[in-house]
């Protein structure tokens, strides 16, 4: 059973980047079926889908934040991560990864870590 | 602003039918996939696409689609189904994906 584990500092300061780690376990990250995302919710709200990076290092960002936004992908480690920069107090918001799966007009978040909350504060 | 727009709330007595809808122009073109997330839980994937309920997932949640609509019903709502409920999916263009604002699910 694949299992997703973030990781990460939960305190950030303002204009600094954000960085956090996905770690997955119980299967391959280079299986091409699948694309791994990070998806967060702003302490309250709803759910806001940042974006996805495939195995081979293809990426897609939600073009809201897609000019802070840096997505890799380290298949030796079975992890991917996310790098968010110029951040703000707007940025405060619990960071899931996610496993994506599409294909024609269906999609699915398959499978979620448990989140990390991240604080933008000084 | 969501591309896909959801009821705030919705409330069902114990072991009647609920249904959670989900509206945008995107839903003509892709599927929905519906998420339950508990207080202080990661979402959980419940139904998703045309006519497809996750292993472990009771078959009390089925999901249905017409139009720009598209609908979650629980039938025979227990004590554990209160939650949020978001719905997601491809934005128009196909590019990115989309949540709705969520449904907060009060069993009475």
């Known amino acids: 059973q694949v299992q997703l584990q973030e990781s990460g500092p939960g305190l950030v300061k303002p204009s600094q980047t954000l960085s956090l780690t996905c770690t997955v376990s119980?299967?391959?990250?280079?299986?091409?079926?699948?694309?791994w995302s990070w998806i967060r919710q702003h302490p309250g709200k709803g759910l806001e889908w940042i974006g996805y990076?495939?195995?081979?290092?293809?990426?897609y960002y939600n073009p809201s934040l897609e000019s802070r936004v840096v997505m890799s992908v380290d298949t030796s480690k079975n992890q991917f991560s996310l790098k968010l920069s110029s951040v703000t107090a707007a940025d405060t918001a619990v960071y899931y990864c996610?496993?994506?799966?599409?294909?024609?007009?269906?999609?699915?978040?398959?499978?979620w870590g448990q989140g990390t909350l991240v604080t933008v504060s000084s | 602003s969501s591309e896909l727009t959801q009821d705030p709330a919705v409330s069902v007595v114990l072991g009647q039918t609920v249904r959670i809808t989900c509206q945008g122009h995107?839903?003509?073109?892709?599927?929905a996939g519906w998420y339950q997330q508990k207080p202080g839980q990661a979402p959980v994937l419940v139904f998703y696409?045309?006519?497809n309920r996750p292993s472990g997932i009771p078959d009390r949640f089925s999901g249905s689609n017409s139009g720009k609509t598209a609908s979650l019903t629980i039938t025979g709502a227990q004590a554990e189904d209160e939650a949020d409920y978001y719905c997601?999916?491809?934005?128009?263009?196909?590019?990115?994906?989309?949540f709705g604002g969520g449904t907060k699910l009060t069993v009475l």
């Open positions: 696409g045309k006519n």
């Open positions: 990076i495939s195995y081979s290092g293809s990426t």
């Open positions: 995107s839903l003509r073109s892709y599927y």
């Open positions: 119980g299967g391959s990250i280079s299986s091409g079926v699948y694309y």
């Open positions: 996610a496993r994506l799966e599409y294909s024609g007009y269906d999609s699915k978040f398959d499978c």
């Open positions: 997601n999916s491809r934005d128009n263009s196909g590019s990115f994906w989309v």
